[in-house]
């Protein structure tokens, strides 16, 4: 707890954090004050349940699709009728308008304009949203730590040289620059040397994701830094003879553990908005894989006879972001009640 | 016309599926402007319309889209046209500003042309059989789109390396004093008549600058002047003073007519609806058809274009070099399904060439069953017993519409089959290079086609073994069957389509019943107008959709 609070206290970026304080063996005070603001406030608890139920349904999607729906993600029904109000109905009509919510067990939420039942593709899509948004995340705090411990801790050339660099990424705008990167990779896929990645998997929305945000994960981590060298038990390890690698591993990194609690969240619903908006623009998740983007997408031809289309997992991504915004606010205001992160994201912005 | 530019333009060409018969016309010029049930316009009034997207050339020379075609084939004819009328009628050639059609000699390679006399240009100018030359110079110096049809005139090539625009084209002479033209072809081309009614041969002055004249479009002649173009925003046609009727070629009916751009299409439909605006050319969405058809059921109606919407099935490429796989795929297609993909515009059909064209003749009985029905049963067997269950298949697709769904539905149904399979999408740009590319290795997906020019070798062309090439392939299954193939090249070297339409219909027949493509549909579009316009006068022709020309109020 007393890490917790001297880093939650901590001056905005450049100034000294965590003075005095003991690095390590604080990480399971920060998760205790997390999970104890989460608890005691309406809406910690409203937002972690609708993230529950997102994240639960969308696991449960082959339960749905095998034991009620009876279909696949995949499968269209174009010719298809189903029995409704004890009449034959067609699942997309010859003009090409699909039919709307049942709320039966078949095309429960309706269907799209390939006849695919629309429920089952909302919860594989879910499925898809939140593993591309876990791992651009992760990819995102990952490559932004990394990249602001180097320039912060290092400073000199090594600073300059990653600053510019995130300033160029910062002026290219974001979606545009998605989507120009999910368009070349489209084709190709993309081929890391070690891992290679074809054109239609979901790891390359997840890399164009983790890679456009990491700038407002570096920036922050780096003002942190660059006040945390400075502190009196950076200084002392480092008269002891520690090396940087060192200082960096036992007195730095530990001491970034609140910053990268608050900022996570944030990130996240920033990662299921970025995704949504890529997959709607055609340059993230690839057909036939479904996505909360890519549905409403689909739907926006046909958006009056067939409002369902978009309307339905427009409602959910946007519960699914605010659901993480507010959880993001409440964790932020009990391990980071000044708002010093967010202040530094804010300057190096 | 490409497939990429068509696709993107979602092109025009359509035809009725009536075959009519003979050929020739009337010499008293046409003034009528009457449609296929003799309804007649009123002379005179302004209108306005709407383009989704704005030409991409305003200059007879360039435009290579359907927009471009609809809007300056009104204001430049050839030395042969088409009649300005509906369905199989509206795709015959007649003489536009020649007097006749080509005289032309038995080995194919001279074409003998005569100029009418006392032509005049929309300047007052009168129209000399040497600008037939100079027309073609700016398309070939211009490297047009469209340069490609003339290179088989002798000495073009020759004209295009010298790469000096005042130069020659030895194989063409012109006598001002007469007006005869002389056209000599380097090699036999059957389809060369109809290169000369295209927009790309409409006549312009001697002394038109080589450049892209799109901000001042050339002098031209018809029944129209292109009064004022706003780039990217609207493009005005006013009536041609200097214009008088020739026997093909009928004078406006409009003073004038703008079309302005309007990317909404909803929009558009909405303001046809209330009569804000007279016409607009691309269809509604899928979603406002139904409430076209209720509010404006009078003026709405449906038309099957010259265009064909197939699957392409690489032969040299495992599963498809085996005619049991491409069988089974022809069994499962449901040609029904994919047309509500297409919001009803597509009406479902066997055979390649589409039914407005000469040569159309019904595969009947089609092999895999009357258009709209699937036998997956049968395509399972037939899939065993190729030994291909299992088989991973991709099928390309761009992300244009409509190809992602019908690439989604391909794929789906190939995987009930028995095959393994899963779309590829890629970007409309780059799509028919990369699936045109050999080494793509393109198993199958998604192609269409809308014809250049009313012929069946506009189409047949796809699926013959002489256009297969290592990149920019058109023929993306790679079809090289020698029979077919003697089959095109006896129909392709004569100009009297009437003469070989059975040679044509064969090779169409061969084609299905070898699967060698999936043909589903003909792509429809819809004429929508306003309550002022003569809805039935305004024509809706097969080579260039609507007929300007024959706009008019009620």
Redesign the interface.
């Known amino acids: 707890m007393a890490e917790a609070t001297q880093l939650a206290g901590a001056p905005s970026a450049g100034a000294p954090v965590g003075a005095d304080a003991p690095p390590d063996s604080a990480q399971v005070g920060l998760w205790r004050a997390a999970w104890r603001a989460i608890r005691s406030s309406w809406a910690g608890r409203l937002s972690l349940l609708a993230l529950i139920v997102v994240v639960g349904s969308s696991l449960a999607a082959p339960l749905w699709a095998n034991h009620v729906a009876h279909t696949g993600p995949f499968s269209n029904h174009l010719s298809d009728q189903i029995r409704l109000h004890g009449q034959l109905t067609d699942v997309v009509s010859f003009d090409g308008v699909p039919i709307g919510p049942t709320f039966q067990g078949r095309f429960f939420l309706g269907a799209d304009g390939n006849g695919r039942d629309i429920m089952v593709r909302l919860l594989y899509g879910g499925r898809n949203s939140l593993q591309i948004s876990l791992v651009a995340t992760i990819l995102t705090l990952g490559l932004g730590t990394l990249l602001g411990l180097v320039a912060g801790f290092f400073r000199g050339w090594v600073d300059s040289v990653i600053s510019r660099f995130l300033d160029i990424v910062q002026s290219t705008p974001i979606i545009l620059l998605g989507i120009a990167l999910g368009v070349a990779t489209a084709l190709g896929g993309v081929n890391l040397g070690i891992v290679k990645f074809a054109g239609d998997s979901l790891m390359i929305p997840a890399l164009i994701i983790g890679f456009i945000q990491m700038v407002y994960v570096a920036r922050p981590i780096r003002g942190i830094v660059l006040g945390l060298r400075e502190r009196p038990f950076v200084e002392a390890a480092r008269s002891q003879g520690a090396t940087s690698a060192r200082i960096i591993r036992r007195e730095i990194l530990p001491n970034l553990g609140t910053s990268l609690l608050v900022l996570a969240p944030i990130i996240f619903a920033q990662t299921v908005s970025y995704e949504a908006a890529l997959s709607f623009l055609g340059a993230g998740v690839q057909a036939p894989n479904a996505s909360w983007g890519k549905i409403i997408s689909e739907g926006l031809d046909v958006l009056i006879s067939a409002p369902h289309l978009t309307v339905i997992p427009g409602a959910v991504l946007a519960v699914t972001v605010l659901s993480l915004n507010l959880l993001g606010d409440v964790v932020r205001e009990a391990i980071d009640p000044r708002g010093t992160v967010l202040a530094a994201q804010k300057d190096e912005r | 016309m490409t497939t990429t530019r068509i696709t993107a333009a979602l092109a025009a060409l359509s035809a009725t599926a009536v075959l009519a018969a003979g050929c020739g016309g009337s010499d008293e010029p046409d003034t009528s402007s009457k449609g296929g049930d003799g309804a007649s316009a009123q002379v005179g009034g302004t209108f306005t319309g709407v383009y989704t997207s704005f030409p991409d050339y305003i200059d007879p020379a360039l435009s290579y889209t359907q927009e471009g075609w609809m809007t300056l084939w009104p204001a430049y004819t050839g030395l042969l046209t088409y009649k300005h009328a509906e369905g199989a009628e509206g795709a015959k050639l007649v003489p536009g500003l020649a007097e006749a059609l080509p005289e032309i000699s038995d080995d194919g390679l001279t074409y003998k042309l005569k100029l009418r006399s006392g032509l005049k240009y929309s300047d007052g100018s009168p129209v000399k059989a040497s600008d037939f030359e100079h027309t073609i110079k700016r398309v070939l110096n211009l490297e047009s789109g469209g340069s490609a049809f003339y290179l088989s005139i002798e000495g073009a090539e020759k004209y295009v390396k010298a790469g000096k625009a005042d130069g020659d084209i030895t194989g063409i002479t012109a006598d001002d004093a007469t007006g005869e033209i002389t056209i000599k072809l380097a090699e036999k081309d059957g389809q060369f008549s109809y290169y000369l009614a295209m927009d790309f041969a409409g006549l312009v002055k001697g002394d038109t600058a080589f450049d892209n004249l799109t901000a001042k479009p050339p002098i031209g002649v018809g029944p129209f002047v292109i009064s004022n173009v706003k780039s990217n925003r609207s493009v005005t046609l006013t009536k041609n003073v200097n214009f008088t009727a020739l026997p093909e070629v009928p004078e406006a009916k409009a003073d004038s007519i703008t079309i302005e751009v309007q990317k909404n299409q909803r929009r558009q439909a909405q303001d046809i609806i209330n009569n804000a605006i007279d016409f607009m050319t691309d269809p509604p969405?899928?979603?406002?058809?139904?409430?076209v058809k209720t509010k404006a059921a009078d003026r709405y109606k449906e038309e099957v274009t010259n265009s064909q919407y197939y699957f392409f099935l690489n032969e040299r490429v495992a599963p498809f070099d085996n005619e049991k796989v491409r069988q089974a795929v022809g069994f499962a297609v449901?040609e029904?399904?994919?047309?509500?993909?297409?919001?009803?515009l597509l009406a479902p059909s066997c055979n390649f060439l589409p039914p407005g064209m000469i040569g159309y003749q019904k595969v009947e009985p089609c092999p895999w069953g009357e258009p709209g029905t699937?036998d997956l049963e049968k395509a399972k067997a037939l899939i065993k017993e190729a030994g291909a269950e299992g088989k991973s298949v991709t099928v390309w697709?761009n992300?244009e519409?409509p190809s992602?769904?019908v690439?989604?539905?391909l794929?789906?149904?190939l995987?009930k089959i028995g095959l393994k399979a899963?779309?590829?999408?890629?970007?409309g740009s780059?799509y028919f290079s990369?699936i045109g590319n050999q080494k793509t290795e393109a198993q199958t997906g998604f192609a269409n086609w809308f014809q250049d020019f009313p012929s069946p070798a506009n189409f047949m062309f796809l699926v013959d073994g002489k256009s297969i090439q290592s990149t920019n392939n058109q023929n993306f299954g790679n079809v090289d069957d020698p029979d077919i193939n003697a089959k095109i090249a006896d129909a392709k070297a004569n100009p009297d389509i009437e003469a070989v339409k059975d040679e044509w219909a064969a090779a169409d027949k061969a084609l299905i019943e070898k699967a060698y493509v999936i043909p589903y549909g003909n792509r429809k579009l819809t004429k929508i107008t306003s309550d002022k316009v003569a809805f039935d006068a305004f024509l809706w022709h097969p080579v260039y959709n609507q007929d300007l020309a024959s706009l008019g109020g009620k």
């Open positions: 969405t899928p979603d406002q058809i139904r409430e449901d029904r399904a994919l047309a509500r993909i297409f919001g009803g699937a697709g992300d519409d992602t769904p690439v989604e539905y794929a789906d149904t995987n899963k779309p590829r999408i890629v970007d780059v990369t």
